[in-house]
């Protein structure tokens, strides 16, 4: 299985950016999905994660009421809509698939939240 991770870009505090992740070479509407951030010197934290067919979400503390995770499975992607971004949201973004022990990553995309 493979993940395709791209929208990572440079954008100025208080704004807003999607990130995408396109899987293929697995059945992705079986697997939970999740985003993940690395800062710079930190360790890799979960920021967002989505059920299968259920659709139920769950957040970081830090990211509650700006970020949105979604997906399609018909498209096989998941999304991850960021709002208000904070400088402290400056970090490599990666998105995971997973099932039972199989798990999937993606090549991670950097995000860059500066003036």
């Known amino acids: 299985g493979a993940l395709v991770v791209s929208g990572g870009v440079l954008v100025q505090p208080a704004g807003s950016l999607r990130l995408s992740c396109t899987a293929s070479?697995?059945?992705?509407?079986?697997?939970?999905m999740s985003w993940y951030r690395q800062a710079p010197g930190q360790e890799r934290e979960l920021v967002a994660s989505i059920g299968t067919s259920d659709g139920i979400t769950n957040y970081a503390d830090s990211v509650k009421g700006r970020f949105t995770i979604s997906r399609e499975n018909a498209k096989n992607a998941v999304y991850l809509q960021m709002n208000s971004l904070k400088p402290e949201d400056t970090a490599v973004y990666y998105c995971?698939?997973?099932?039972?022990?199989?798990?999937?990553w993606g090549k991670g995309t950097p995000v860059t939240v500066s003036s």
């Open positions: 070479g697995f059945t992705f509407s079986s697997y939970y």
């Open positions: 995971c698939a997973t099932l039972f022990r199989v798990k999937y």
